[in-house]
């Protein structure tokens, strides 16, 4: 089977607006969680130094959403652009997402980014059709690893310093997944309730 890519389409949940980034979310993606150490720990991109370095990204993001394999959405709560979620591997042969995503720090531990990630978890396996996703996450980062577990993924084991931060230090990495029939099978779970 052929993925059906769609790109980054609107979706809404009860709390969240996910969508597409426009360069005029620089100032707000630079307040709320672009240029804060805490947040941006265990990505691969430093600390952003001025609102000019998140435009500047922000015109590269929207760019690419002209390739409709792109999945990259900002996270908005209560008309707040607060955090973003996207797919960071795509694999068309495989049929394989994995999902990467940040949130801001003033948000964390309210069960937003778990929402988000369930409805793009629901968006890839019933409108692009993907059949695994999978989210990775530093072990030094075990609430990444709750929302992933909220979210019916599997724990499937840990790569050893697997990734090197950007100061050098190398992380082991915990891998968990979920298959669509799990979905499925989840969803029907749901409603049976």
């Known amino acids: 089977m052929v993925l059906t890519q769609k790109g980054t389409q609107t979706i809404r949940t009860e709390r969240l607006l996910l969508r597409r980034f426009t360069v005029g979310d620089a100032p707000a993606m630079f307040e709320n969680w672009a240029n804060d150490e805490r947040v941006t720990r265990f990505l691969t991109w430093e600390p952003h130094q001025s609102p000019e370095i998140t435009k500047q990204l922000l015109e590269d993001w929207c760019a690419a959403y002209e390739n409709p394999s792109t999945y990259n959405w900002l996270i908005e709560f209560q008309g707040k652009a607060i955090g973003s979620i996207s797919v960071v591997r795509l694999s068309e042969k495989c049929e394989y997402a994995e999902l990467g995503y940040c949130i801001g720090y003033?948000?964390?531990?309210?069960?937003?980014?778990?929402?988000?990630?369930?409805?793009?978890?629901?968006?890839?396996?019933?409108q692009v059709g993907v059949n695994r996703i999978g989210i990775s996450h530093a072990v030094k980062n075990p609430a990444s690893g709750r929302v992933a577990q909220k979210c019916g993924l599997t724990y499937e084991g840990t790569k050893r310093e697997y990734f090197k931060t950007r100061t050098g230090e190398f992380l082991d990495m915990a891998e968990y997944g979920i298959l669509k029939r799990e979905w499925i099978a989840g969803n029907a779970a749901r409603t049976e309730r």
């Open 106 to 126: 003033a948000f964390w531990n309210k069960g937003i980014m778990a929402e988000a990630a369930g409805a793009v978890i629901n968006y890839l396996f019933s």
